[in-house]
């Protein structure tokens, strides 16, 4: 069974491709800004209360690096892009169903919504599933502490 991410854990190291072709790889963020990882499905009814409250909390906060993560099937896949400006969100999209390793290591096995703060040094500050009151306050103060200079800076 694969092992959850908890808070503390080193951030499992990724390079995927966003629909609109921009590398993204991990070697180039950690370290650098604070991390975002939004796993969302245009079908997912939580996503609905989820992910305004991440675009809310992420208004205030520029220098944060962003990730879309469908998780939808190739049947409801077409819709992402513009689910994704519904709700406000502009960040690099990722078609979930071609990096299965990159979906498993952050994402296993807990569904979604999924949002996965990872601090500049590259470890895992925040790992929400799901919604739940006061989500809105821990996903600012993870982000808080995501942006601290990694430490010894």
């Known amino acids: 069974m694969r092992k959850l991410l908890h808070t503390g854990d080193p951030a499992p190291a990724f390079q995927v491709e966003s629909t609109a072709g921009d590398s993204l ?53 077409h819709r992402a892009p513009e689910y994704l400006e519904r709700h406000g969100l502009r960040m690099p999209l990722v078609r979930g169903a071609l990096y299965p390793e990159f979906v498993l290591a952050y994402d296993a096995p807990l569904g979604v919504p999924m949002v996965v703060i990872v601090g500049r040094d590259g470890t895992v500050v925040d790992v929400q599933s799901g919604w739940a009151s006061g989500h809105g306050e821990r996903l600012r103060a993870a982000l808080d502490a995501a942006r601290l200079p990694p430490t010894g800076n």
């Open 25 to 77: 790889d991990s070697a180039q963020l950690f370290g650098k800004s604070a991390t975002v990882v939004v796993f969302f499905a245009t079908w997912c009814k939580v996503c609905e209360v989820k992910l305004p409250l991440v675009r809310e909390t992420l208004a205030d906060y520029g220098e944060v690096s962003t990730i879309a993560v469908s998780l939808d099937d190739v049947s409801t896949f």
